[in-house]
């Protein structure tokens, strides 16, 4: 998946697959994560101008599947 760097104190990196609604975070400690299921809206307003951990902990760690990759 194609990730593009963001500008986060914790998080490197972020990308979507809109066919199978993966989204996949990376962390600048290294680890990199894919959420399942999430809405292609979900994944527009995370990558919109908001705090990007703040966003991560309140709308999508603990709401949706995930992985470690």
Do not use: W
């Not at 990199?32 to 703040?54: A, I, L, M, T």
């Amino acid at each position: 998946m194609n990730r593009h760097p963001v500008e986060s104190s914790n998080i490197a990196s972020i990308g979507y697959d809109p066919d199978s609604d993966t989204l996949e975070v990376e962390f600048h400690s290294g680890g990199v994560y894919q959420y399942f299921d999430v809405p292609q809206h979900v994944y527009d307003e995370f990558d919109g101008p908001s705090s990007k951990g703040q966003y991560l902990a309140s709308h999508i760690k603990g709401k949706y599947r995930y992985s470690k990759v």
